[in-house]
């Protein structure tokens, strides 16, 4: 299911405002890069099953393990 704009950054405000509260590790699943990077501490990247990078956000946007993985 698809989110508008609106309700897409609510949702994402949100689920960060609980983690900070409650002080949990949220594991959340998601093919969009911007989505990863706005709520991520660490984002791992996998193809085909496997893990191809695990890091921070910023280190992922700087080093790249692949170039397949550069964000433009």
């Given at each position: 299911?698809?989110?508008?704009?609106?309700t897409?950054?609510?949702?994402?405000?949100?689920?960060?405002?609980?983690?900070?509260?409650?002080?949990?590790?949220?594991?959340?699943v998601?093919?969009?890069?911007?989505?990863?990077?706005?709520?991520?501490?660490?984002?791992?990247?996998m193809?085909?099953?496997?893990?191809?990078?695990?890091?921070?956000?910023?280190n992922?946007?700087?080093?790249?393990a692949?170039?397949?993985?550069v964000?433009?």
């Amino acid at each position: 299911m698809a989110l508008d704009p609106i309700t897409r950054d609510t949702l994402q405000d949100l689920v960060k405002t609980l983690q900070r509260k409650l002080g949990k590790t949220f594991i959340f699943v998601t093919h969009d890069m911007d989505e990863a990077i706005k709520l991520a501490d660490k984002i791992c990247i996998m193809s085909e099953g496997k893990v191809v990078q695990f890091d921070t956000p910023d280190n992922i946007l700087r080093h790249p393990a692949n170039d397949l993985y550069v964000i433009l």
